[in-house]
């Protein structure tokens, strides 16, 4: 049984426009930050969790992201083991 | 001139209780993952700057940050220059 901190990070597809992000340039450059190109906007999820080996804890990951954390047609993730 | 591409990492300081995490891990639970100990979420930032050198974008950041991005209250943020 090992213990691992995982973080999964979570945006949008290419192509799928980031409201958000936008948003964000939108009042960067009100507050004069006129050097900023593009702003886009994810989430990490840094989960601590136990499992008989490295193998099952990422497939229990990817259960995770399937069943709640992610929306398929428009997100993208990546998971990464911290420790 | 130089063209940088910068990664804010915004989390909850330490004692700030997470709801969202909390919540997460409830649902987790509900789905059968009864091995996940903790969720924290957290957001990223993924700005496209330009600047006269690293160290001008870096104060630029920070300035973002303090200004729009973070409430230094209850967040805790890191900067990662990705390339």
């Given at each position: 049984m090992i213990y691992?901190?995982?973080e999964i990070?979570?945006?949008l597809k290419e192509g799928i426009t980031d409201p958000e992000g936008l948003n964000i340039k939108?009042?960067?450059k009100l507050l004069s930050f006129d050097n900023v190109e593009?702003?886009?906007v994810k989430r990490s999820y840094v989960i601590e969790i136990s499992g008989?080996?490295?193998k099952k804890i990422?497939?229990?990951v990817d259960m995770m992201c399937k069943k709640l954390l992610i929306?398929?047609?428009i997100h993208d993730y990546e998971v990464e083991m911290i420790k």
């Open positions: 691992l901190k995982v990070k979570v945006g939108k009042s960067l593009n702003v886009e008989k080996d490295e990422r497939e229990d929306n398929p047609v």
